[in-house]
């Protein structure tokens, strides 16, 4: 692979435009090669011989004038091709920036050579600027965790101690994050070499001989093994550097002065919050508080490492990408001007400062020794990133079910034409009866493979999807997984519907088979089943991280909402179909007569008045959802949103209305006339907000200022499909019926446009989110903290008046 693709690849997507412009970089180290090129030419051409015996004398004469030159100097002349470039550290009108003396400008194609080292100068020093602002956030947020560890330690001993210690056995376990690192960073530049890179080498591995008290290790061999460290490491590290001395914390009053933070996350804060209860609680110091706090701060710890480790990426990619650069630049211009750049480079901010892997180690010991036990290895593992393997065995799986489900569609349609099963007396009832049920796997599976093709192109395009939805490490389905499920379903599905085609009842029974007519039920159960199944099989986290979100949209007002609840919950607003299928599966298994295939679902009351509720409830979820942010948030666009769904409601209920009013005229204009202008606000919504389109004044006119697919008739073609879509369910206000098509197949057919108008509307969604984020270098989730000082609050007031 090319550097400048696996330079791409390497990207922190967040941080594109932070990152050295190696593409443009490389383009204008092009056009110098095509001008030499040019050159070179122009010199091979043949010269007339008058000309030639000319040049020859004046180059004899010049030759003669140099050497006579040289011998009356009395100083060493210097290579000019060596020193070609002179790079200094300027301050202009209050800015500190590097720039580049270019002293072959008189050359032919100088020129084109000074615009490079201007534009490499201004991409270096935007590189800088970008290291320097990030560095100087996490080394804030590294203050900040420090004074919440020294609280959690402080509850901790508290806690497991509730007659308390004497604070003078007990300091060795108070002692200060940024005092024990830099002691170790002290003994580690002692036992390194002068002038190697800090960032190249960590030695962390004496880090766990900090204890916190007794300790009793359970570990195996292997892992005892990387907790024993030699006493003169220890002592090294014990040993005030540098005149600095170790800092003692203070006492146990440090939790006179802390609260615990209430983040409005479940629904018992929310509940306290509406009844004017304080946002903040006294500390209470019991295991359950305990174990809140050390998994907030475990995940705070984890994210700022990942933020650490980013950053290290950024500076290592740059510097290379600067390396190669100027290798090329030598080449093509037959200079050695990459030794003086690149040691401008080294001994800049971006090359040798060492704040980041410092920090690097601070978290390392913190996590090692207070959230591991002291063992190296486990504390390690909760900091490194996972990444997902790529099994072949998932592709194989894939491809297996696939092959299946195209298989038994193929059957299903030969046994349908070969049996006319089209004029059979028995079809209506079957449409009537078992269609129902068995579209609902369609439209699950119609669904998981939108969402697969989302995720393919979020990959393609380098959407960070994992990210946005806050996927845990390692944790993230691939569109291969997401194909596995949707066509395991689809073959379990349609091996269940061949099973049971049958029209006829049993001659002698006067009924239909029991066990055939209860596979839709067992399919659906065996689903429910998998989905809620607690052992680490079947991609366990992503089925919880699924329920979890579930449960949140279902209890919409008394969660705080996240972007992966409320996208959910706009996926399920696409599939009301299904949920109007479920429950008819309760109607039809639970009061009706399966045996005989019959049932009197329609003409129940109980169950028109759940038509109406369980049409609407993904509606309901995501009004209360926007209502919630507009009072969290104070954004006044959310309280529009949530208009827009209060009409989808009332167009929903009243289309429910006047399909089960026998079709009643004014049942019929009050329903046109809202869903008209729901799917007019809602389309309005779609283009304007959702996918950020229909900009007058973008650089791309009636799109917007970026966009990730490089052809434009692609968006066009999106907005158009989405207006169509949008407006395909004012089907079941007007009726439509196509020749030798059943009602029920109409049904379907208009649900799944919309399920497909949702899979479309997935992938631009996340990719002006995604875009939203490049804008402002938002690559890192905000963690809630689990206490609060006062005297933050304090300062908080103060800037507030």
């Known amino acids: 692979m090319k550097f400048g693709k696996e330079f791409a690849a390497q990207m922190v997507p967040e941080w594109k435009t932070a990152y050295m412009d190696y593409d443009y970089l490389k383009s204008l180290l092009k056009e110098i090669q095509a001008f030499k090129q040019r050159i070179k030419q122009q010199q091979q051409q043949p010269i007339p011989h008058g000309m030639i015996r000319s040049l020859s004398m004046y180059r004899a004469f010049s030759g003669l004038l140099h050497r006579q030159q040289s011998v009356g100097s009395t100083s060493t002349s210097l290579d000019v091709e060596d020193h070609s470039i002179l790079v200094n550290f300027v301050n202009r009108n209050g800015f500190e920036k590097y720039e580049t003396t270019f002293y072959m400008q008189g050359e032919k194609g100088g020129e084109y050579e000074l615009v490079y080292f201007r534009r490499l100068d201004d991409e270096f020093n935007k590189v800088v600027k970008f290291y320097k602002s990030k560095v100087a956030e996490v080394k804030q947020e590294a203050e900040t965790l420090n004074k919440q560890m020294d609280a959690f330690i402080a509850f901790r001993i508290k806690v497991e101690n509730p007659l308390g210690w004497s604070w003078q056995d007990r300091s060795d376990d108070m002692t200060r994050l940024a005092s024990a690192i830099t002691a170790s960073a002290t003994a580690l530049t002692a036992s390194t070499p002068a002038g190697s890179r800090a960032s190249g080498r960590r030695s962390v591995e004496h880090m766990e001989i900090i204890e916190e008290g007794p300790i009793v290790n359970n570990d195996s061999d292997e892992e005892k093994k990387d907790n024993v460290k030699p006493d003169i490491e220890a002592q090294a590290i014990e040993k005030p550097v540098n005149g600095f001395k170790q800092h003692k914390h203070a006492p146990l009053q440090i939790l006179d002065r802390v609260k615990m933070n209430n983040t409005l996350e479940t629904p018992r804060s929310t509940i306290k919050v509406i009844l004017n209860a304080p946002k903040q609680s006294d500390l209470k110091f019991n295991m359950e508080n305990l174990k809140s706090i050390e998994n907030k701060l475990k995940r705070a710890l984890v994210e700022f490492y990942r933020k650490l480790l980013l950053l290290k990426s950024y500076s290592f990619l740059n510097t290379l990408a600067f390396s190669k650069i100027m290798k090329k630049y030598d080449k093509i211009s037959s200079r050695n001007a990459s030794k003086s750049y690149m040691n401008m480079v080294d001994s800049s901010y971006l090359g040798s400062s060492e704040e980041v892997t410092k920090l690097m180690e601070r978290v390392e010991v913190t996590v090692i020794k207070h959230f591991a036990n002291s063992n190296r290895r486990k504390g390690m593992n909760i900091l490194r990133p996972k990444t997902r393997k790529q099994r072949h065995t998932t592709t194989f799986y894939t491809g297996f079910f696939a092959g299946c489900a195209f298989a038994l569609i193929l059957a299903l349609i030969l046994i349908i034409r070969a049996r006319h099963f089209s004029n059979h007396d028995g079809t209506n009832k079957y449409m009537e009866t078992m269609f129902p049920l068995y579209s609902l796997f369609g439209f699950i599976v119609?669904?998981?493979?939108?969402?697969?093709?989302?995720?393919?192109?979020?990959?393609?395009?380098?959407?960070?999807?994992?990210?946005?939805?806050?996927?845990?490490?390692?944790?993230?389905?691939?569109?291969?997984?997401?194909?596995?499920?949707?066509?395991?379903?689809?073959?379990?599905?349609?091996?269940?519907?061949?099973?049971?085609?049958?029209?006829?009842?049993?001659?002698?029974?006067?009924?239909?088979?029991?066990?055939?007519?209860?596979?839709?039920?067992?399919?659906?159960?065996?689903?429910?089943?998998?989905?809620?199944?607690?052992f680490n099989i079947l991609y366990r986290s992503s089925r919880f991280f699924f329920l979890t979100c579930l449960f949140h949209c279902i209890l919409a007002p008394l969660y705080k909402v996240r972007l992966p609840d409320f996208f959910l919950a706009d996926q399920l607003t696409s599939q009301v179909q299904a949920f109007r299928s479920l429950e008819f599966y309760i109607c039809y298994y639970g009061w009706g007569d399966f045996r005989h295939r019959e049932n009197s679902c329609k003409s129940n009351d109980v169950f028109t008045?759940?038509?109406?509720?369980?049409?609407?409830?993904?509606?309901?979820?995501?009004?209360?959802?926007?209502?919630?942010?507009?009072?969290?948030?104070?954004?006044?666009?959310?309280?529009?949103?949530?208009?827009?769904?209060?009409?989808?409601?009332?167009?929903?209920?009243?289309?429910?209305?006047?399909?089960?009013?026998?079709?009643?005229?004014?049942?019929?204009?009050l329903a046109l006339v809202f869903s008209v202008t729901a799917a007019i606000v809602g389309t309005y919504w779609d283009l304007i907000y959702d996918w950020g389109l229909l900009q007058r004044q973008s650089r791309n006119r009636w799109l917007r200022d970026k966009l990730l697919i490089p052809r434009k008739s692609v968006y066009f073609g999106a907005m158009v499909l989405n207006v169509v879509l949008r407006f395909a369910w004012l089907q079941t206000v007007f009726s439509f019926k196509l020749s030798g098509l059943h009602t029920q197949n109409m049904i379907t057919i208009v649900a799944s446009l919309e399920i497909i108008r949702r899979g479309v509307w997935n992938f631009f969604r996340l990719e002006n989110e995604h875009l939203n984020n490049v804008g402002k270098y938002r690559a890192f989730k905000s963690v809630p903290l689990p206490f609060n000082y006062e005297e933050d609050d304090e300062e908080e007031e103060e800037e507030d008046e």
């Open 609 to 669: 008045t759940f038509s109406f509720i369980v049409s609407v409830i993904p509606f309901w979820s995501r009004l209360f959802q926007c209502l919630r942010r507009f009072f969290e948030e104070k954004d006044t666009p959310q309280v529009y949103n949530a208009v827009k769904y209060f009409l989808t409601i009332v167009a929903l209920c009243l289309r429910t209305a006047y399909s089960l009013n026998n079709n009643k005229l004014n049942w019929k204009i």
């Open 446 to 534: 119609l669904h998981t493979v939108m969402y697969a093709g989302s995720v393919y192109f979020w990959r393609r395009y380098r959407v960070n999807y994992a990210f946005i939805f806050g996927f845990k490490q390692g944790t993230e389905l691939g569109y291969r997984e997401v194909l596995l499920v949707s066509f395991g379903l689809a073959a379990m599905a349609l091996a269940s519907v061949l099973s049971n085609l049958h029209m006829e009842m049993d001659p002698e029974t006067k009924d239909y088979k029991a066990f055939t007519e209860i596979v839709p039920l067992i399919v659906v159960l065996v689903i429910f089943v998998i989905l809620f199944l607690p």
